[in-house]
């Protein structure tokens, strides 16, 4: 089993830059491809990044393409997701996910979710 605790969401203004953080429990973390996800309020959840278990492969959602970063720690079983440039279509809670299968970019081959952490920007 793997358990993931998101940290680092907060309130900004557009534009500004958050730096997000997933802490993982278990030994076998570097087994995992790690994404993150987000869901705003009324709407579904929806892909935002994904790494490989290296940290050699990543893929991004078009809509944050060229503004976040992911990377990950596997010394420290951490993620992070670095977002610059926000934007208040960025809102949202974001929620870390591990799973098996290589830069899976939809909800169900994901086992295992953090709790999420909200992030709002305003304009």
């Known amino acids: 089993q793997v358990q993931l605790v998101e940290s680092g969401g907060g309130l900004v203004q557009a534009g500004g830059s958050l730096r997000l953080s997933c802490a993982a429990s278990g030994r076998t973390f570097s087994n995992y491809n790690m994404a993150w996800f987000r869901q705003a309020p009324g709407k579904v959840r929806e892909f935002v990044a994904v790494?490989?278990?290296?940290?050699?492969?990543?893929f991004y959602a078009g809509s944050v393409r060229g503004r976040f970063t992911i990377s990950r720690d596997n010394a420290k079983n951490t993620v992070d997701l670095q977002m610059n440039n926000l934007k208040p279509e960025d809102t949202a809670v974001y929620y870390c996910?591990?799973?098996?299968?290589?830069?899976?970019?939809?909800?169900?081959?994901?086992?295992?979710w953090g709790q999420g952490t909200q992030v709002t920007v305003s304009s």
């Open positions: 790494i490989t278990e290296s940290g050699g492969g990543t």
């Open positions: 996910a591990a799973t098996t299968q290589m830069l899976a970019i939809t909800e169900r081959p994901y086992e295992y």
